[in-house]
Antibody, heavy 121, light 108 residues
């Protein structure tokens, strides 16, 4: 059974940093692209970042470029999101998601339960 | 920036058919995907590549796409189908990855 378990969320002041983790199990982690998707309170879903199987390609939504860094450790079956210079508008539940990417198709097939990040003074 | 447009809400009576639409300029060339999100839970994939249903998703869920509009159809809606539904796709270049604004399905 595919399982994705996020951790690391919490309350942080504006300008602060936080590192999210996602522990994956039930599948061969190193075979898949992985992603972070977030959801602000009462709002819709927003894709945040993608990382290739070997970490050689990374992509970000414009609003987090230069502040967030996605990474992975395939020896630990873990995905990370380093978030720096946090802003109030980064407040959201952050979901880890397994990404399917083929020549013609790209989507998220499994999601974790999410971890809440609150940016407030 | 690329946008996918969904109606904010769709009401349906139990046992009736609900249709949720998603419009986007690139949909003639790009697949649409649909996610169900129940209150306080993570999203679940219910339709991929316009019309394919993942294992474990009830047959009452189906998808279609024509021109610039994709449609999620729930035939014989159940009370447990009450949730927010989001479409997902990319722009024609594949560089912008976007979700629609979401549609709240109310079954009553």
């Amino acid at each position: 059974e595919v399982q994705l378990v996020e951790s690391g969320g919490g309350l942080v002041q504006p300008g602060g940093s936080l590192r999210l983790s996602c522990a994956a199990s039930g599948f061969t982690f190193s075979n898949y692209w992985m992603s972070w998707v977030r959801q602000a309170p009462g709002k819709g879903l927003e894709w945040v970042a993608n990382i290739k199987q070997d970490g050689s390609e990374k992509y970000y939504v414009d609003s987090v470029k230069g502040r967030f860094t996605i990474s992975r450790d395939n020896t630990k079956n873990s995905l990370y999101l380093q978030m720096n210079s946090l802003r109030a508008e980064d407040t959201a539940v952050y979901y880890c998601a397994r990404r399917i990417r083929t020549d013609s198709s790209t989507y998220f097939d499994y999601w974790g339960q999410g971890t809440l990040v609150t940016v407030s003074s | 920036s690329y946008e996918l447009t969904q109606p904010p809400s769709v009401p349906v009576s139990p046992g009736q058919t609900a249709r949720i639409t998603c419009s986007g300029d690139a949909l003639p060339k790009k697949y649409a995907y649909w996610y169900q999100q129940k209150s306080g839970q993570a999203p679940v994939l219910v339709i991929y590549e316009d019309s394919k249903r993942p294992s474990g998703i009830p047959e009452r869920f189906s998808g279609s796409s024509s021109g610039t509009m994709a449609t999620l159809t729930i035939s014989g809606a159940q009370v447990e189908d009450e949730a927010d539904y989001y479409c997902y796709s990319t722009d024609s270049s594949g560089n912008q990855r976007v979700f629609g604004g979401g549609t709240k399905l109310t079954v009553l």
